[in-house]
């Protein structure tokens, strides 16, 4: 596996399930981030991890919950979702957070019904 | 307030046409970084180029360009000679040294159609 990588590429769950996204960054990467993309909404930033830490936070709701357990792999736990988080996830690494270019997998498509 | 601006939402242009897509930024660091994405129906978003902002050097790759312009804030990306593979979403994208803290500014992209 070369990249970044994202499983599963589509998801579909009802607002009383709990399911987790995963990510994994082949590229010796430090950093690793978790966006969202709406229908007509600029890519949103969710969460960046450094090094396993967490060191930003953009003001998500708690049903989302990130884990970076090492630096090449980052989950995002889904919990008593909204159908207005319905939206394609997107994970992205860099060598390290900032202004570092950074590299994106092919998105998990969440549907929340 | 919306700190890169694409202001085409979307562009239709037959084949082997020349297309530019417009980006304009706003921003107040003297060290930032601008870069362009790819997002093609797949969805993934595939990198395209990462400029700094001490370097105004347009740049060339095959039948790609793009103009960076400091004094206009602004950085094109020309594609030459279109091809229905280059249909997709662009997006432009800023990183400031100092005001963006680890974000992308993303604008809210340019879907491309190219016809045959």
């Known amino acids: 596996e070369t990249g970044v990588t994202q499983t599963p590429r589509h998801l579909v769950m009802g607002m009383t399930n709990k399911k987790s996204l995963k990510c994994e960054q082949h590229l010796g990467h430090n950093a690793m981030y978790w966006y969202k993309q709406s229908a007509k909404k600029p890519l949103e930033l969710m969460f960046v991890?450094?090094?396993?830490?967490?060191?930003e936070n953009n003001s998500v709701p708690s049903r989302f919950s990130p884990e970076c357990p090492n630096s090449s792999h980052l989950f995002l736990h889904l919990h008593t979702l909204q159908p207005e988080d319905s939206a394609l996830y997107l994970c992205a690494s860099s060598q390290d957070p900032g202004t570092d270019t950074q590299y994106f997998g092919p998105g998990t498509r969440l549907t929340v019904l | 307030a919306q700190k890169v601006t694409q202001a085409q939402t979307e562009i239709s242009v037959v084949e082997k046409e020349d297309v530019t897509l417009d980006c304009v930024y706003e921003?107040?660091?003297?060290?930032?970084?601008l870069f362009w994405y790819k997002q093609p129906p797949s969805g993934e978003l595939v990198f395209l180029i990462r400029?700094?902002?001490?370097?105004?050097q347009n740049e060339i790759s095959g039948r790609y360009s793009w103009n960076f312009q400091k004094s206009t804030s602004s950085f094109n990306f020309t594609i030459t000679a279109s091809q229905v593979v280059d249909s997709a979403v662009y997006f432009c994208a800023l990183s400031e040294a100092q005001d963006s803290g680890y974000a992308l500014n993303f604008g809210k992209g340019t879907s491309l159609l190219v016809t045959p």
């Open positions: 921003t107040r660091d003297t060290t930032y970084y």
């Open positions: 400029r700094n902002s001490f370097d105004e």
């Open positions: 991890y450094s090094l396993e830490e967490r060191v």
